[in-house]
């Protein structure tokens, strides 16, 4: 395999503007480093925390560079490091990190870490990272960020996925909370005497770091970065405030539970002020995971851990809430949409990250280019993409109705077969919040012989985020065990299917509709794209009559 196909990644072509000149993101900012010895540990490789330093602080170049201020590192998400991929002293590591979309006086910044071998020319991908930064005005004043303008398709699907991951850490400490709170969190189990246990307070470990000059920013400040190359962390980084140059840093961890063949160890730090050492101030938290191989690659086991009484039990059943949420997410979210079983179990505890990932498949599929139009009915046009071996089909038509309205009627499922032939009931089956429905669906088949074809969809919706964003429908196959597969319907599945509405003018929409295709749907998609049925050309007339039949009767409050 060459090198250019070993990196899967990364370079999109070039993008040239209007006068010729060849784009580059105003807030990239790219760094690149030799690994020597005083970056690597023991063995002789890269220290993650050493790691998570350079990525910290080219990430923050890049925040400041579009916020024109000073910015301080509010979270970095969950990272995943390949420890079959090695960085050892020699390599040369290459940082890109540059601005997704800024909120109102937060940004999410996105990271891409490549690693390359001079000797051999080498290279590979390491990781991706996603951190969040909050810009620091002078004094206590909030700064309003300016909008991040995205150019290339690329940086359009990732300010668009932005949003969506803000939603998603905002829900992960109630998602930590939830699970702790369940049944489906094992509980401290009763140790026997034969086991091989390690009791938890035997792995607490206390250091003291001096925060010095080399240790801060250019705000005094102790950077981010160093803290977490102290706390050695691979995992999720909460900023709770800065400490400056002359306090002192303690740093705290304990091995939190072990699962076989990895464990969870927090580490939390804590600044003691020059002004009153008496007082302590909560800098970071911090879950890391350790896997460890042995010579042969294959990972080693460990001993199960005891947690201490009161604040240690929380802390272990909090490790296995993590441990959870970490693989429903690697399930869920980081494969590719090829790798993901259609109908992923739906439960409360991966209700966050599915949601996510339906409306991240409809912005990614929304966001393609090289659409092929097919044909046109009734001022409808109807568009296919053929991508990867895979079928996509897209329609879109423009309506005399309000957006809002069109979202709320669109919304409701229910209602869907009175213009839509293809089904026969949407039935609710559980409403999980404001947003996240799930439906039981039952299409006729497009063969009389056969029998009726039904499906369970998760249906969530999406108000726009800021001026210009569309409002989303999507929707996904989920699996219920409240609603197995019978013998008198044949279970068929979608993959990424769903709606965009956008404000054309005062009282107009467009809308388009999009479907990656599965065995299940193809039929009734290409009768109508060849010709051989005018069941879509009715289908639109409908919608259109029904939309506006029924605009009056959609109510804003609705929307939520």
Not at 260 to 277: I, P, T
Not at 341 to 350: G, I, M, Q, Y
Not at 465 to 493: F, Q
Not at 520 to 534: A, M
Request: hydrophobic share 35%; proline share 5%.
């Amino acid at each position: 395999m060459s090198a250019s196909e070993q990196l899967e990644i990364l370079e999109e072509p070039p993008f040239i503007l209007e006068n010729g000149v060849k784009y580059i993101n105003p807030t990239e900012v790219k760094m690149s480093q030799f690994i020597l010895p005083c970056h690597a540990n023991h063995c002789g490789e890269l220290s993650v925390g050493q790691l998570l330093k350079w990525m910290d602080t080219t990430a923050c170049l890049s925040a400041e560079r579009h916020a024109h201020c000073p910015c301080v590192t509010a979270s970095m998400d969950d990272i995943d490091f390949d420890f079959e991929q090695r960085l050892s002293v020699g390599h040369v590591v290459n940082i890109k990190a540059k601005v997704n979309r800024a909120f109102n006086t937060s940004l999410e910044v996105g990271i891409i870490i490549t690693s390359e071998d001079p000797c051999t020319g080498r290279q590979w991908k390491v990781c991706n990272a996603f951190a969040t930064f909050v810009a620091k005005g002078q004094g206590s004043g909030k700064v309003q960020l300016k909008a991040v303008i995205p150019r290339t398709s690329q940086e359009k699907i990732e300010y668009s996925i932005a949003a969506e991951r803000r939603r998603m850490r905002l829900h992960h400490l109630e998602s930590i909370k939830d699970l702790v709170s369940s049944s489906t969190i094992q509980k401290e189990p009763d140790f026997d005497e034969s086991q091989h246990v390690v009791p938890a307070e035997k792995t607490r470990v206390e250091t003291v770091e001096l925060v010095l000059p080399p240790h801060a920013n250019h705000q005094s400040n102790s950077f981010g970065g160093q803290i977490m190359a102290w706390m050695e962390s691979a995992a999720t980084i909460s900023a709770r405030g800065p400490s400056q140059v002359g306090d002192r840093i303690t740093l705290k961890a304990i091995v939190n539970n072990a699962f076989k063949e990895s464990f969870e160890v927090g580490v939390c730090a804590e600044a003691y002020h020059q002004e009153g050492w008496e007082q302590k101030t909560h800098i970071n938290s911090a879950f890391m995971t350790f896997v460890v191989p042995d010579k042969g690659g294959k990972l080693c086991t460990f001993p199960r851990v005891k947690p201490e009484p009161g604040d240690g039990k929380r802390r272990y059943r909090e490790a296995s809430a993590r441990k959870k949420i970490r693989l429903d997410r690697k399930y869920i979210i980081s494969c590719k949409q090829t790798e993901v079983p259609l109908s992923v179990p739906w439960d409360p505890s991966n209700q966050v990250y599915l949601s996510y990932n339906n409306v991240s498949a409809l912005k990614i599929l929304a966001a393609k280019q090289n659409w092929v139009l097919n044909c046109m009915q009734n001022k409808a046009k109807l568009s296919t993409l053929e991508e990867d071996h895979l079928l996509f089909f897209k329609a879109e038509m423009i309506v005399s109705v309000n957006v809002k309205q069109v979202f709320v009627l669109l919304s409701d499922m229910s209602r869907r077969h009175e213009w839509d032939t293809h089904y026969q009931r949407f039935k609710l089956i559980q409403k999980v919040d404001t947003d996240d429905v799930i439906y039981h669906v039952v299409s006729p088949s497009v063969n009389k012989a056969s029998n009726f074809q039904d499906f369970v969809l998760l249906a969530s919706r999406r108000v726009p985020c800021a001026d210009g964003d569309p409002y989303l429908i999507a929707l996904r196959s989920v699996s219920l065990p409240a609603v197995p597969p019978t013998k008198d319907l044949d279970r068929g599945e979608v993959s990424c299917a769903g709606f965009t509405l956008c404000q054309e003018g005062v009282t107009s929409t467009k809308i388009a509709y999009y479907i990656q295709t599965t065995p299940q749907v193809l039929p009734y998609i290409t009768r109508d794209i060849t010709g051989l049925s005018s069941d879509l050309c009715k289908i639109i007339e409908a919608l259109n009559k029904f939309l506006e039949q029924n605009k009056d009767t959609a109510h804003m409050c609705d929307i939520g």
